[in-house]
């Protein structure tokens, strides 16, 4: 088991990614694993909203490289996360890259602590950021984004705040659960169908982007990670060591 789903406590099912050996890389298994949960959470009318959490020190590493999932069951899990008919909040106290950044991306809430660090590790292994980018380049500042996109620096949950990643960073507890009470809080004082109804009015434009653009996007993801900087990136990456590239 690689995902623990917690029953709904007040209303809020809480997900927990628990495959701390790996990072909580994105597998095959872990994407399957969590979109089932996703699903049947959609389904439990005790469920008013699903917190997306983590176990170990990282929400997740990105791709699994030594398990990838296949990349259209991936961009159905990010849209099965915008259009489940209940807020889905990212709850993140640690590191978070590459597809990592992708679960954040989709969920409609994003809560992390102050420590938290992030990185759109991609350009370093001969790749693009280009499914999660379905769900976040209509939600991030384009500046920031292409800073962050084409460097794969680390930045913090300050500067993940300021771009439009997170909504909220917890200052005092680094848990980030005291930033998240209050949200919980909200959903609870929420009429549910008023809950689903404003959802969709909040993804729409989210919505649109995956009709028009994920085909593409996976197929511009499948090419590069066939490709011949790939391979090298990836296996240095498994090395760890420099890829030929770095200069």
Known sequence: MTLVAKASERGTATLTLDSPANRNALSARLVGELADA??????????????????????SAGADLKEPPNPYTFVALLRQIIELPKPVVALVSGRVRAGGLGLVGACDIAVA??????????????????VISL??????????????????ELFGAA???????????????????TALAPILDGFRRASPVALEATKQLLTARVRETFDRDAEDLVQRSASLFASA?????????????????VL
């Open 229 to 245: 900087e790939a391979r090298e990136g990836m296996t240095a990456f498994l090395e760890r060591r420099d890829p030929a590239w």
């Open 135 to 152: 769900p976040l380049l209509p939600r991030l500042e384009p500046r920031a984004a292409a800073r962050h996109y084409l460097t794969g």
């Open 38 to 59: 996703l699903a049947a959470c959609g389904k439990d009318p005790s469920v008013r909203a699903v917190v997306l959490t983590h176990t170990g020190t990282t929400f």
């Open 159 to 177: 500067e993940a705040a300021r771009m439009g990643l997170l909504t909220a960073v917890d200052e005092d507890d680094d848990t980030a659960v």
């Open 113 to 130: 602590s102050a420590a938290s660090d992030f990185a759109f590790t991609e350009v370093r292994i001969g790749v693009a950021p280009a």
